[in-house]
């Protein structure tokens, strides 16, 4: 059964950083494509990054293009996304995803964790 | 970025009606489509993708069809389990979503 379990998240100061994590399991980690996509609350969803399998290529949303860096640790089967000079704009729960990019299901996200929220205070 | 747009942005419908949802692409995205429920509290899960192809063990009431710009997700007999909110994304380019559609019950 695929496992994707996200922590980091919490009460910054607008300015601020954190480090999100994603353990996971039940699947070979290195052989997929993994995403982060937040939802502000009561909000959309918006993707926010990608990763390439062997983490070669990096993907970012314009938003947050130069103050977000994904990264992934196929020997610990888990994924980072290192979140900088937060902004207001930035609270929202944070999903760990598995797909998001390349043509795994099409480029759709077959699976999710179950987030992790960040809230930037001023 | 292409921009994706849904409607309606709610709707209320009863437990064995049909249902279409559309999603509208700001340009062609062949058919680079994928649709999500989500039920509150929850992360959303994935229903189709490549816009008609129907994710392993996701009920047969649901469909979807189109390319290019307009695409639609239809649910034949409404479920209880399903009043949710459907969201649209597209992956031709980097992914965006729509602004989802929250089906309640009448």
């Known amino acids: 059964e695929v496992q994707l379990l996200e922590s980091g998240g919490g009460l910054v100061q607008r300015g601020g950083s954190l480090r999100l994590s994603c353990a996971a399991s039940?699947?070979?980690?290195?052989?997929?494509?993994m995403s982060w996509v937040r939802q502000p609350p009561g909000k959309g969803l918006e993707w926010v990054s990608a990763i390439s399998g062997i983490g070669s290529n990096t993907y970012y949303a314009d938003s947050v293009k130069g103050r977000f860096i994904i990264s992934r640790d196929n020997s610990q089967n888990t994924l980072h996304l290192q979140v900088n000079s937060l902004r207001d704009e930035d609270t929202a729960v944070y999903y760990c995803?598995?797909?998001?990019?390349?043509?795994?299901?099409?480029?759709?996200?077959?699976?999710w964790g179950q987030g992790t929220l960040v809230t930037v205070s001023s | 970025d292409i921009q994706m747009t849904q409607s309606p942005s709610s709707l209320s419908a009863s437990v064995g009606d049909r249902v279409t949802i559309t999603c509208r692409a700001s340009q062609s995205i062949r058919s680079y489509l994928n649709w999500y429920q989500q039920k509150p509290g929850k992360a959303p899960n994935l229903l189709i993708y490549s816009a008609s192809t129907l994710e392993s063990g996701v009920p047969s009431r649901f469909s979807g069809s189109g390319s290019g710009t307009d695409f639609t997700l239809t649910i034949t007999s409404l479920q209880p389990e399903d009043f949710a909110t459907y969201h649209c994304q597209q992956s031709y380019t980097s992914p965006t979503f729509g602004q989802g559609t929250k089906l309640e019950i009448k």
């Open positions: 039940g699947f070979t980690f290195s052989n997929y494509a």
């Open positions: 995803a598995r797909g998001g990019w390349g043509s795994y299901r099409g480029g759709g996200i077959d699976s």
